[in-house]
């Protein structure tokens, strides 16, 4: 079945780059995302990569997607305080069915 | 600020009563969306309506109602509810429907509810 694993807690000092890394099951993935949730909010849009793309840039953010390994990783340089947040990661498939697929997600706790 | 309501914000119902979510889209999207969120468990679609019609229940038990009457307003009847489905629901909505293109989801910020 379709799966996506992030690991659950990150910490980083003020100012480092943060990786966040996830990995799918499900080869036939269309689009992979990047979500941030603040306490007490829904998720927001951080930025998505298509599946037939290695790297996307935007500002701060570097997504990098290994379709070989199936692996796809958040990096956020000059990490901040603002930045401490749940980052889920998550898959569309379109095969037969409708599926959007996300991970656990990811506590990130930046330190000052 | 998404664009996307949600109320109540919290909800506290015991096992018996009849009580409903709502959510308003304010982006003319044409796809919305019911997930849930339980600690330690990753995000669950439960439905998906594109175009006001259901196109998605992952096998979601009877005890959720989705209503959808129009592309602006989505609903969650619950019924008979159970402790375990205690968790935040989260309304989201799309401009395309679902798997066109890259579905950029936009979140409200969840129901938050407790069942006795």
């Known amino acids: 079945g379709e799966d996506v694993e992030q690991s659950l807690f990150l910490s980083v000092r003020e100012g480092d780059s943060s990786v966040i890394n996830c990995t799918y099951t499900d080869s036939s993935s269309t689009y992979l995302y990047w979500y941030k949730q603040e306490p007490g909010a829904g998720l927001q849009l951080l930025t998505y990569i298509f599946s037939n793309m290695d790297m996307k840039q935007d500002q701060r953010l570097t997504v990098l997607l290994n379709k070989k390994d199936k692996h796809l990783s958040l990096r956020i340089a000059d990490t901040q305080t603002g930045d401490s947040a749940i980052y889920f990661c998550a898959e569309s498939l379109v095969s037969g069915t409708y599926k959007y697929i996300f991970g656990t997600g990811t506590r990130l706790k930046v330190l000052a | ?116």
Request: contains cysteine; neutral net charge; glycine residues 6%.
């Open chain 2, 1 to 116: 600020e998404t664009g996307v309501t949600q109320t109540p914000r919290h909800l506290v119902m015991g096992m018996t009563n009849k009580k409903s979510l709502k959510c308003e889209q304010h982006l003319g999207h044409n796809a919305m969306y019911w997930y849930k969120q339980s600690a330690k468990k990753p995000l669950e679609l439960m439905f998906v309506y594109s175009l006001e019609e259901r196109v998605e229940n992952n096998s979601v038990p009877s005890r959720f109602s989705p209503e959808c009457p129009n592309s602006s307003h989505l609903f969650l009847h619950l019924h008979t509810l159970q402790p375990e489905d205690s968790a935040l629901y989260l309304c989201a909505s799309s401009q395309d429907p679902p798997g066109l293109r890259a579905d950029t989801q936009y979140f409200g910020p969840g129901t938050r509810l407790t069942v006795l």
